[in-house]
């Protein structure tokens, strides 16, 4: 029971309704911010990535429905508020997320910040050399989630890569930011096209493709991939390196 676990089990007690929901430092977090982000986002007003972080863009979508209902525009979660949020609510009628269609739409994709490379990891040093042919790249080491998220978030962030290398596993493990309520698409295709790009070399290790809920992917407000590989030869984790700064470059160049 690790610390991170503990608190994503506090997290899940919280149900919406049974407290006040507002800005504050440190945020808010647990399953009501994300209930109440998803009905927001079903409405139309845009809270963001479904996160269960109640932040800036939270604050500003919940700000746009009380004014739209004639509430008072407080950015709180209060009873009124609540008691409108599930009056609108349908119960039968699917909605989709307004957080989707700006995702396939590309709307919450920003390129302009520099990609952001952290972990102890031999690839690292690989990676931001081959990629800073590219972009500008910051190296930040083996820097904890919060920290990481935190530089990459102020500096809007083009891109996240998170290295960790684990001895006991045999390939690569590609991550990006899933929950239950909601996943990254920008992610996920970013990552499927790594996997696509590494398929094509036939001595490059197997890669695997996971959506998960680890911190660094949900602490960061752009598009990030952790990255798990096992301790591999120079010359193979060089080929890596390349291949993944080829895809960074292509998504960067292609056509709006």
């Not at 006040?20 to 409405?43: C, I, K, M, S, W």
């Not at 684990?166 to 909601?182: E, F, N, P, Q, T």
Request: charged share 20%; glycine share 6%; hydrophobic share 45%.
């Amino acid at each position: 029971m690790d610390a991170t676990t503990w608190e994503r089990l506090i997290e899940a007690g919280w149900r919406l309704g049974h407290r006040l929901l507002y800005l504050t430092h440190p945020n808010l977090r647990g399953d009501d911010v994300a209930e109440l982000q998803v009905r927001l986002a079903q409405f139309g007003f845009n809270p963001g990535r479904i996160d269960g972080i109640f932040g800036v863009f939270t604050e500003e979508a919940l700000n746009d429905f009380q004014r739209n209902c004639a509430l008072e525009v407080s950015g709180t979660l209060t009873r009124a508020t609540l008691v409108e949020l599930v009056r609108m609510t349908s119960t039968h009628t699917a909605r989709s997320l307004v957080t989707d269609a700006r995702d396939r739409a590309g709307f919450n994709e920003a390129l302009s910040g520099p990609l952001v490379i952290s972990g102890q990891s031999p690839l690292a040093p690989l990676l931001a050399r081959t990629c800073a042919r590219v972009l500008k790249v910051e190296v930040l080491g083996d820097e904890s989630p919060e920290a990481v998220a935190a530089f990459a978030n102020a500096n809007d962030a083009a891109f996240v890569i998170s290295l960790q290398t684990l001895k006991h596993i045999d390939g690569v493990r590609l991550h990006y930011w899933a929950s239950y309520r909601s996943h990254s698409r920008r992610g996920e295709q970013l990552a499927s096209q790594i996997a696509s790009a590494f398929s094509l070399a036939a001595d490059l290790p197997r890669v695997e493709v996971t959506g998960m809920a680890l911190p660094i992917l949900r602490e960061t407000k752009m598009i990030t991939l952790h990255i798990e590989h096992g301790v591999d030869k120079d010359e193979t984790l060089e080929e890596l390196a390349g291949v993944i700064s080829a895809v960074l470059s292509e998504v960067i160049h292609r056509p709006v």
